[in-house]
């Protein structure tokens, strides 16, 4: 249980379960693919959920959200005189800088950064990347606007404060951040992953579990505060939720059009957040001394304006303090909760569908992802399912029917392959189509294999939900 920050759970929190299952019902109803969920109110986790196979303790990807961990880190350097807000960006990086220097670029601060008001006219991200040294590929960029009147969200920019960081205080941002925030959060070491020269990417790549994002959004409504020591100053905490760029330039989502603080969007109603690809979200409503940290796998982030649209009306809306709930709601609550889970179908008449793949190796034609050979095996009602590749690399995953199997692959995250968990599950749909889908559970991803085999050929198509990596493919062979 996350631990109450400024005092215990008031006996009337003036949220019911039944507007709290009122709440989970329509986001079901909406189709809202959330992982994890946690709703903190007055510094206590009043209702939480895991899809699962997602589970409490394992850490997530935040993609974007990340971003709100590294105006921190610029948060605390300031509290701590490293820097300040307004230096040159060119002032930290002498040896990087292009020949010439325009006057836009020259006064480019640490504050435009903050604000994603560089300058640059369009989304960088791709002209950076190309290049290893991503720094001298940023300063590279032309930047067309005068610093500070033109907004363009840039992942970038955001990595430039991570470097600046790494740069004045001599340590990467983890072990920056671990005795400064992290620990006093009560966040295991995470993982965050870098650029090709080791700096920190800052704008994507964190892991942390959902139960830490709803630490950090509670550090961020007690204004720097958490279990009454001091993380970052309030002074800084005030700066990055007030509005220091205009969001509205093409922008039809309501709560993204607020204005953006530093690396926090404004929302309705005085609420902020920061969010990340997919759904990722920690949401602070301070009147209502709310927080809600979620992971999800929505398609798009226009699905997560539909998440906050339900939030406003379901939960900032219901607030009345004088109701209470009655313990019939609550169980139905805890109830619907505890069943909340991933739709794995089961199959039926597995014994005669085992002899289709006992033992059976498949050719496959030539394909552009190189796989040159598909394997399976049974074994105490245990499918080993392989594919081979030109390269003699070897995938292999295990598969129970009927249950979860958990195990271990390497699989990529934001930008680069990781040793992750996985879970597995395998069933028969229809007469002679086996589905093999992994989840990769610390991420949104989920892989799923749809497998038909007649007249010795086998036909095997390949599907995800999220990745950035994988693309969907079919791929045909014959028993050998």
Known sequence: ??????????????????????????????????????????GQAISQFYRKPYRKDTPQLLFSLSKSFTSIAVGIAWDEGYFDLHDKVISF??????????????????????????????????????HSDWIASFLSQEVHHVPGSYYRYSTHSTYMLSSIVEKVTGQNLVDFLMPRLFEPLE??????????????????????????????????????????????????????????????????????????GYQLFLCRSDC???????????????????????????????HLQSLLDLIYEYILGQINYETSSNLKDELALQKYLSNIAYPLPVSKDLIDKELVFKDARYSIHKNPQCIEEVRFSF????????????????????FEFGTLFHGQDLFTKDLALHDQEVATHAYWCGEDTLVLTLFYIETPY???????????????????????????????????
Not at 286 to 301: D, F, G, N
Not at 449 to 459: F, L, Q, V
């Open 93 to 130: 990086f002498p040896d990087k800088l292009p020949d010439h220097i325009s006057p836009n670029l020259s006064q480019m601060t640490i504050h435009h950064l903050l604000s994603m008001t560089a300058g640059h006219q369009d989304n960088i991200y791709g002209e950076v990347i190309k």
């Open 446 to 480: 989920v892989i799923k294999y749809n497998i038909s085999t007649k007249n010795k050929t086998i036909e095997l198509q390949c599907s995800n939900n999220a990745s950035l990596d994988t693309q969907d493919y079919k791929i045909t062979g014959v028993l050998l």
């Open 272 to 302: 902020f957040m920061g969010n990340g690809r997919y759904g990722q979200l920690c949401f602070v409503a301070p009147k209502e001394r709310i927080v809600i940290a979620a992971t999800s796998c929505l398609p798009s982030m226009k």
């Open 1 to 42: 249980m996350i631990k109450a920050t400024i005092q215990d759970l008031p006996e009337n929190h003036g949220l019911t379960s039944k507007h709290l299952l009122s709440f989970f019902k329509k986001v079901q109803e909406s189709n809202l693919d959330i992982n994890s969920f946690i709703l903190m109110k007055d």
């Open 187 to 260: 966040i295991p070491r995470p993982s965050w992953e870098t650029c090709p020269k080791g700096i920190t990417a800052g704008g994507m790549g964190l892991s942390i579990s959902t139960e830490g994002i709803a630490r950090f959004g509670q550090m961020l409504l007690e204004k720097g505060l958490f279990n009454n020591k001091r993380i970052v100053s309030e002074k800084y905490i005030n700066l990055a939720t007030s509005k220091n760029a205009d969001t509205m330039r093409d922008e039809d989502r309501i709560d993204f059009s607020k204005g953006y």
């Open 379 to 398: 074994q105490n009602n245990q499918l080993e399912f392989q594919m081979m590749y030109d390269n003699k690399v070897n995938k292999g995953y295990l």
